[in-house]
Nanobody
Framework: QVQLVESGGGSVQAGGSLRLSCVASTPYPYHEYTVGWFRQAPGLQREGVASLACDGSITYADSVKGRFTISRDNGKKTHYLQMNSLEPGDAAMYYC???????????????????WGRGTQVTLSS
């Protein structure tokens, strides 16, 4: 069974930065998993933010390209989301997700992920 725990959320001014972390408990080596970050604001659907596949390929939502960076430390079974130049539209509950796929590919579809964390809240203040 895989367990994911996010941390690093909080309240930050527009233009500021936060780094989210997702610590995983997995039965297999972490490099075999594709990992991702999703977010959901009130009244909106969950949307993909960034994905880092087990082959190292990465994809980002257009809205965060150039501002957010996804990375991982396989030895620590942790993946990260560095968020810079935060905007009011980035405010949301952020969730990490993971899947141990047959084929490694970066994906932004929530349906492709099997395991989810409980979320960490990111709030923007002007």
């Amino acid at each position: 069974q895989v367990q994911l725990v996010e941390s690093g959320g909080g309240s930050v001014q527009a233009g500021g930065s936060l780094r989210l972390s997702c610590v995983a408990s997995t039965p297999y080596p972490y490099h075999e998993y594709t990992v991702g970050w999703f977010r959901q604001a009130p009244g909106l659907q969950r949307e993909g933010v960034a994905s880092l596949a087990c082959d190292g390929s990465i994809t980002y939502a257009d809205s965060v390209k150039g501002r957010f960076t996804i990375s991982r430390d396989n030895g620590k079974k942790t993946h990260y989301l560095q968020m810079n130049s935060l905007e009011p539209g980035d405010a949301a509950m952020y969730y990490c997700a993971a899947i141990r796929p047959l084929v490694c590919r970066a994906t932004m579809s929530a349906a492709d992920f099997r395991w989810w964390g409980r979320g960490t809240q990111v709030t923007l203040s002007s």
